[in-house]
């Protein structure tokens, strides 16, 4: 009995690295990586024309001339409540401000006509910050998640002819999480925290920009999926401590693909606008293995259902003058989660984002300011959807409110 407790009450943590915090893109993918395309609500795939290129687009590179550098970070707020629908009380998730930062550095060599670039970025495309008091109703489904995922990433691009740009890239993600939950065995609360999780999985990019004429140029980019193999420590503190030990724990963790085409349009010379829409495959999280090893009845299957979501973005930027940019920019951004599979560790739902940007230009810097304002459509649990079987626990029913705010800033160097 004992040892088939033990992944009961614990089974849901692999599945906790997939909570929710979407400032960003879709799921728990995180695309303010740039300020002046976080300006344009990251509408930026067929214009590319900074090093932050790299992450967008990296066949925009081959625009870039001489040496540039690109450093920045973006600052994150997500505040949501929990309304329980059969306490009528109000949680609100506890305050976070994670900085997450970008870097880039770009070089257009000098040989083949200087049609050849490379360029080396440092970003987190991926990430989770989620702290619920440790009271609150939904504690046996999860109080603590926190995933990092920071990307190296050296790539290459070429301009194949006056008007085509191609890139490759190899992208390794250096991959960390940490989660919590209660449960309860009958003999009051105890904690369950997995920690040292960590994985170094490779992957790759591409990107493709055309110019059709001289004011309409289009881009798309792929980033392959990220298959991390996750290894680290699963303690248990309370009461049930006595019982259960330490253990290795080792998880499966899909980061989806993500496909990205876009057009740039100039209506005229100070004024342009671009369209993206983005793709990412999440129906690839599928199932969620979980061995904790030393444990017979500890191979589990969490079955998510997921499916594939799309992202719309619409951005645009008036040159004011020589030297100040203005920009804004709105998205809608669906959530992968359907009906039957959604739950409180999970509380993800569509979102809808407006930005505001500004630009300023001297002879060899570039600072660049973005704010981002999103909201989540408003979404509950009920007994149609996954209840919390086989948790130590009572189900967790009602509704979620989220509003995500994402201040980013960008400083480019040009030698």
């Known amino acids: 009995m004992v040892v088939r407790m033990w992944p009961s009450a614990i089974g849901i943590v692999a599945l906790l690295v997939f909570c929710e915090t979407r400032a960003g893109a879709g799921g728990l993918s995180f695309s303010e990586n740039g300020a002046a395309a976080a300006g344009k609500a990251n509408a930026f795939v067929g214009e590319a024309d900074d090093p932050s290129a790299i992450f967008y687009n990296p066949a925009g590179m081959t625009q870039l001339p001489g040496t540039q550098v690109m450093a920045g970070t973006a600052l994150v707020h997500l505040s949501s409540t929990f309304r329980s ?58 109080t603590d998640a926190r995933l990092r995922v920071t990307v190296f990433n050296p790539v290459v691009a070429f301009r194949a002819t006056p008007k085509l740009s191609l890139a490759a890239g190899v992208r390794v993600a250096d991959v960390a999480a940490e989660v919590e939950q209660k449960f309860n065995l009958g003999n009051g609360e105890s904690k369950l925290r997995a920690y040292g999780l960590t994985a170094m999985p490779v992957g790759w990019n591409v990107g493709a920009l055309y110019r059709v004429t001289e004011s309409v140029s289009v881009g798309i980019t792929f980033r392959s999926e ?188 040009r030698f």
Do not use: C
């Open 85 to 142: 629908s059969t306490t009528g009380e109000s949680t609100q998730l506890q305050d976070q401000f994670p900085l997450v930062p970008h870097l880039y550095v770009t070089h257009r060599l000098k040989v083949l006509d200087e049609r050849l670039s490379l360029g080396l970025g440092i970003y987190h495309p991926f990430g989770i910050v989620i702290d619920w008091p440790d009271t609150w109703q939904g504690r046996f489904d999860s």
């Open 226 to 413: 990220l298959q991390a193999k996750l290894r680290g420590q699963a303690d248990v503190t309370g009461p049930a401590a006595a019982v259960f030990p330490s253990a290795s724990l080792h998880s499966g963790l899909k980061l989806p693909p993500q496909l990205v085409a876009g057009i740039s349009v100039k209506v005229t010379p100070r004024w342009t606008i671009n369209a993206d829409v983005e793709w990412e495959g999440y129906r690839t999280v599928g199932t969620i293995p979980k061995d904790f090893v030393g444990r017979t009845a500890g191979d589990l299957i969490g079955t998510r259902l997921w499916t594939n979501s799309y992202v719309y973005r619409l951005g645009t930027e008036f040159a004011a003058t020589s030297r100040w940019a203005v920009r804004g920019g709105y998205f809608f951004d669906q959530s992968p989660i359907p009906d039957n599979t959604f739950e409180p560790a999970i509380p993800n739902a569509n979102l809808h984002a407006v930005t505001a940007g500004l630009g300023y230009r001297w002879e060899t810097l570039t600072l660049d300011v973005a704010y981002l304002f999103g909201f989540y459509e408003k979404r509950a649990i009920n007994n149609s959807t996954l209840d919390s079987n086989n948790r130590a626990g009572p189900t967790t029913f009602g509704s979620y409110s989220t509003t995500a705010q994402v201040l980013t800033v960008s400083l480019t160097k």
